[in-house]
């Protein structure tokens, strides 16, 4: 069964940076369009960013400017590099196939994500 495993997460000031990696199993093609997905406490999960098959992206608006999606097809990784955090971007990530608009995947598809915590 193809897997989606996150990693990167960790405790930085408001300001700072991290990178996000998401290890496909397999071919990261196979999954097709991919998100990256956040889950702040008593918040229910919400997109933040992805990236379909021709390469188009889109970002919430909440973290356009700060956030850039990539895939590398030769390491099947997605990465998420996350700039200017704020604390509100405190959250466990995930990353998952990204289904349309308004939709999520299956609720059993969901790997063990990244704790972010962003101290102000």
């Known amino acids: 069964q193809e897997r989606l495993v996150e990693s990167g997460g960790g405790l930085v000031q408001t300001g700072g940076s991290l990178r996000l990696s998401c290890k496909a199993s397999g071919s990261i093609d196979n999954f097709g369009a991919l998100g990256w997905y956040r889950r702040a406490p008593g918040n229910a999960r919400e997109l933040v960013a992805h990236?379909?098959?021709?390469?188009?992206?889109e970002y919430a608006d909440s973290v356009k400017g700060r956030f850039a999606i990539s895939r590398d097809t030769a390491e099947n990784i997605l990465s998420l590099q996350m700039d200017n955090l704020k604390p509100e971007d405190t959250a466990v990530y995930y990353c998952?196939?990204?289904?349309?608009?308004?939709?999520?995947?299956?609720?059993?598809?969901w790997g063990q994500g990244t704790q972010v915590t962003v101290t102000s």
């Open positions: 990236i379909m098959p021709d390469d188009n992206i």
């Open positions: 998952n196939r990204y289904m349309g608009p308004g939709l999520l995947p299956p609720s059993d598809s």
